[in-house]
C-alpha cells in the first residue's frame, strides 16, 4: 500500500497540516528542524504527493500545455525532446497538442489547456494568428514561441535566423564552385520559414555576383518528403542545367535525393544537394546528407528554460535567436 500524508506525520512526528504547508512550500508555521524531520520521512517512506490534490491546495497544476502542427515529424519530435526535459526535471507534466495546422483545432486544444489551468503555453512551428494571441492572453498564463516568431504579437521566442541560416548554406555551394543553384522551397507566403529562407537564398546570390535567373526557385505548400519529391521532377523536366539544389528541409532534400536515384541522377557527381534542420534522417540517407543545422533539441530546451523563467517571476523573458551551422556530409561536390 502506497504511504499517505498521513503515515509521514506519524513517522516525523508532527500533524498533517504541518506536513501539507511543507510539501506546499508555505514558508511560516514551522521551523527548519521539522522540515528536515518531514523531508526525511518523505524519502524513508518513498512518499510521492498525489497531484491533483496538490494542485487543490496551491492553485497549480504543475502542467504545461505545448502545441504543434505535427507532434510525429521529425524535426517536431526534437523540440519536445528538449521541452520535456526540462518540465521533468522542474517537476511538471506537459500536454502535447497536435493541431494539424488546422485553426479551429488549434483554438480548441487552447480552450481544453484552459479548463485544464495549465500554468504556460509553448507555441511551436506555425503562424501565431490573432485569434490564437487572444485566446492565449485570455488564459492569463506565461507563453514562448520555438520554431516561430511574431512581429505583431510580442511573446518571447526561441529561433534560428532562417534568412541567415538558407544565407549561409547557399554561400557554402557558392563558395564550392557552383554557379547554377536551385531551391527546393517551401511556401512563399509561409512568413515563419517559407519566405525568410527564399530571402537569404536570394540574397546571397545577389552577394556573390550570381544571376537570380540561372537559380530558380520551385516551391511546394509544406516542407514533406513527397513536396521534395514531386519539386525534384519539376526541377529536372525544366532542364535548368543547375550543378546544386538548396532545399528548404531535409525532408525535402530526402525526397529529392530519392528521386534523383530513381531517375539515375548521382548524387553528389552529377548534382550536388544541401538541406536545413539536420534531422535524423540527414545521416541515414545514401548519400549521408550535407545540411545546415538548427540544433532543435537544445531549442526547445531553452524554451522551457524560457517559459519556466516566467511562470517564477511573472514577466517574460528576451528571445533567443539559436546559432547554426554546415555539417558536411558527402551530398555536396567540390567545383573548384
Known sequence: MKPTIKDVAKHANVSIATVSRILNHTSVGYSAKTEKLVMEAVKELDYRPNAVARGLINNKTQTIGVLFPDVS??????LLYGVEEVA?????????????SSGKKTLDYLQLLSEKRVEGIIFG?????EAYYEAIVAMNVPAVLV???SKKYQLPYVKVDDKDAAYTATA??????HRRIAMLSGNPEDSVAGK??????????????LKGEDSPVYAAEGFSYEDGRSLFARLIEAATGVT??????????????STAYQMNIRVPTELSIIGYDNLK???MAIPPLTTVEQPLWEMGKKAAELLFEGMETGTPGKSIIMPHRIIERQSVKQLV
Open 244 to 257: 546544386a539544389v538548396f532545399a528548404a528541409s531535409d525532408e525535402i532534400a530526402v525526397g529529392a535525393l
Open 172 to 177: 557554402y555551394l557558392i563558395q564550392q564552385g
Open 281 to 283: 534522417i540527414s545521416e
Open 88 to 100: 521533468h526535471r522542474l517537476g511538471h507534466s506537459v500536454i502535447f497538442c497536435n493541431t494539424s
Open 125 to 129: 512551428s506555425s503562424v501565431l494568428t
Open 73 to 78: 515529424g521529425m524535426l517536431t519530435s526534437e
Open 147 to 149: 520554431s516561430t516568431k
Open 196 to 209: 525568410p529562407r527564399i530571402d537569404g537564398f536570394k540574397e546571397a546570390l545577389r552577394d556573390y555576383g
